[in-house]
């Protein structure tokens, strides 16, 4: 998202087919659940092909709203959602307690690792679960693991697994790789690093990008001296924001692939994704909001149709009684990627497969066959139970 200038912009919204299913109901109790997003201040973009859009992860909510109404109707069930967008500078926590002040319970955020934290440990949010649609910090699922929180959003150590299995599987073990100059390219680095540790590759080099953010008209002559003199099969980059990593691919001293935040991704929703029925939810969202869905479409679309589950399942609206579905044994989100994706009870991260795709065409879905689990083989991603410091 770009930074707007209003301080605080609130919409409570009634999607049409939503309002029409609830003519009919009459009396249908009402869940109502809030997106919370704060803008970020980005960088000049160094491509004007895809600029990111304003309402990412806002248009998945209400994709969403509307699928739990049409269920909903059935159950005499409503479902509202109201987006409050926080500007950059603006001051989250106090939208969350607002949120929380009007008796929202059932939160979607897409915030920052830190404000995140910040809003969980409020004593308003003691009786409100938050979905995180936007960090994929680790540390929200181990050190600083909460109670009221689940994750929606893939951890950087479950992208970088994914991505870990296939390259293995495909014995391309031998990577080099580079590393932005942000906190996040580290971050998702270090993520890296434990996979290659955890499925036997080995990193024979690495190295920090540091000619500068704009490489446009010099990565022709910059990126094949960078890479010479190492003996690799795979070139593995941790560029978060774009910087720099579109411009490694067919520039590199020898011929190799690129895989990580550029070439090869893993990611948790992407465009070309069509099985297991995703065709016709790309198909529906881009006749409803004209552009494609994105990761952050996906995960808070995820998030609130977790909520809808759960009230349905339970058949109830009561707080409560939709927390103990979600968080116990019994639920699975049908999220369109050939099985049910479930929360794990150790740390609330949502269980899910992650999709490898190059920018228009899917290569292969993680976790990749051969890799075997006691529970569940989703739980070859990111950190399992004995691995996991959360304490909830």
Known sequence: MTRISCAVCVATLAMAAGAAQSAGQGDAAVVRIAVLTQLVDRPPALSNLEPPPDDSGL?????????????????????????????????????????????????????????????ADLPAAGKVLIFNAGAA?????????????????????????????????????????VIGRRAEDRLFADAVKRAAKRFGARIV?????????????????????FTQDVDYDVLIVADEIGEFGEYLMYRTWTPRLVAGTQGLVPTSWDRAHEQWGAAQLQSRFLKTFKRRMNQLD???????????????????????????????????????????????????????????????????????????????????????????????
């Open 59 to 119: 248009l998945g909510g209400r994709m969403a709203i509307a699928e739990n109404n049409t269920t909903g109707r059935f159950m005499k069930q409503r479902f509202e959602v109201r987006e409050t967008v926080v500007p950059a500078d603006g001051d989250a926590v106090a939208a969350f307690k607002a949120l929380a002040g009007d008796g929202y319970r059932f939160i979607v955020a897409n915030l920052r690792a830190d404000t995140l934290l910040r809003v």
């Open 137 to 177: 910090d680790d540390v929200l699922r181990n050190e600083e693991c909460r109670a009221n929180l689940l994750h929606t959003v893939p951890s950087r150590a479950m992208i970088a697994d994914a991505l870990a299995q296939y390259l293995v599987w495909k014995r391309w073990s031998k990577w080099f790789l």
């Open 205 to 225: 080099a690495e190295k920090t990008w540091e000619f500068g953010p704009d490489t446009r008209r010099t990565a022709q002559s910059e990126v094949p001296v």
């Open 298 to 392: 996906y995960t808070v679309w995820a998030a609130v149709r977790a909520v809808g589950e759960g009230a349905t399942r339970a058949a109830s609206t009561e707080f409560q009684d939709i927390a103990d579905y979600i968080l116990g044994g019994k639920f699975g989100l049908a999220g369109f990627k050939g099985q049910r994706l479930t929360f794990r009870r150790w740390n609330g991260q949502l269980r899910q497969p992650i999709l490898l795709a190059t920018p228009k065409a899917m290569v292969s879905v993680s976790p990749q066959k051969g890799y075997l689990h006691p529970r569940s083989y989703l739980d070859t991603l990111g950190y399992d139970e004995p691995e996991s410091k959360c304490r909830r």
